[in-house]
């Protein structure tokens, strides 16, 4: 069966193997917004492996910061990119202002990879890519359970991987994936 970020309701070109939903999106069709508020097409990354995280700086799990890092610098030549959307859904733990973000990522870990501004990765003011990303209907359904919920996009924007919270970023199958999908 023919997996796609939005399930297999849609249309599907095969010559660029681009995905469309019942809504005619697919993950690159978004935009979001950067650090300092400027909006950022996600077609922008046409081509590349894209890990999106949900992340937040008080968080138990904050330390998967430097394992994104680590991975973001091995194969960020090959065509890889992590886009991390702080969010503070979760017991409160990403409180700070974008600017108070960046810096936190910047002091404490190095962090080079996209951080974008704050949204909100559930509920009724859910972003509309973490919408579209956990309610199609495909086998990675379902709601975001905590900070550092990672989402591996193929260079054709299909979802090709999620990854619970808990599982680090240097976890093999997670690298697997990545390193399946940069091959292609």
């Known amino acids: ?3 796609s970020i939005f399930g297999v309701i ?5 010559g660029s193997q681009v995905v469309l939903a019942d809504d005619g999106k697919y993950v690159l069709d978004f935009k979001v917004l950067d650090k300092s508020g400027k909006e950022v097409s996600l077609e922008s990354y046409k081509g590349k492996v894209i890990l999106i ?4 700086s008080r968080c138990g ?6 394992g994104l890092q680590e991975i973001f610098t091995k194969y960020e030549n090959q065509g890889f990119v992590i886009l991390a959307f702080p969010a503070n859904n979760f ?8 600017e108070q973000i960046q810096q936190f990522c910047q002091r404490n870990y190095g962090v080079t990879f996209p951080v974008m501004a704050k949204i909100s990765v559930k509920g009724n003011d859910i972003a ?3 919408k579209q990303l956990t309610e199609q209907d495909n ?6 359970k905590w900070n550092f919920e990672k989402f591996i996009i193929g260079r054709d924007g299909q979802l090709v991987g999620r990854f619970a919270p808990r599982v680090k970023p240097k976890d093999p199958v997670l ?5 399946s999908e940069l091959k292609k």
């Open 128 to 130: 509309p890519l973490y």
């Open 175 to 179: 690298l697997q994936t990545i390193e």
């Open 10 to 14: 849609g249309l599907v070109l095969f």
């Open 139 to 144: 086998e990675f359904k379902g709601v975001i």
């Open 1 to 3: 069966m023919f997996k």
């Open 53 to 56: 995280v949900n992340v937040a």
């Open 91 to 98: 017991g409160g733990q990403e409180p700070g202002s974008n």
């Open 61 to 66: 799990l904050t330390g998967q910061y430097a």
